[in-house]
């Protein structure tokens, strides 16, 4: 079992910055993947950023310029930078954990992106 917590969400006006934190723990060894997920009111889900467990980044095309996934593997921590945010950004961001068998969520953390 792993549990994922997320934290640094908040109300932020157009063009501000927030920093995402994702906290890991448990059964923490086979964790592969990580990745941000994001869900707009009355919208589906969608990948934001993912990470390898090396370090490798990719990005939705939406927010490539903008944001920057990393990790701390010694830490268990995932990270997500948001900068030069928009209204569009707007919603509940997700932390996933991957391992080669399952998926792990968290409980997620509101990002407001005011206008």
């Known amino acids: 079992q792993v549990q994922l917590v997320e934290s640094g969400g908040g109300l932020v006006q157009a063009g501000g910055s927030l920093r995402l934190s994702c906290a890991a723990s448990g059964s923490i060894f086979s964790l592969n993947d990580m990745a941000w997920y994001r869900q707009a009111p009355g919208k589906q889900r969608e990948l934001v950023a993912i990470?390898?467990?090396?370090?490798?980044?990719t990005y939705a095309d939406s927010v490539k310029g903008r944001f920057a996934i990393s990790r701390d593997n010694a830490k268990n921590m995932v990270y997500l930078q948001m900068n030069s945010l928009k209204p569009d950004d707007t919603g509940v961001y997700y932390c996933?954990?991957?391992?080669?068998?399952?998926?792990?969520w968290g409980q997620g953390t509101q990002v407001t992106v005011s206008s």
């Open positions: 996933r954990a991957i391992t080669r068998t399952t998926s792990y």
């Open positions: 990470i390898a467990r090396a370090g490798t980044p």
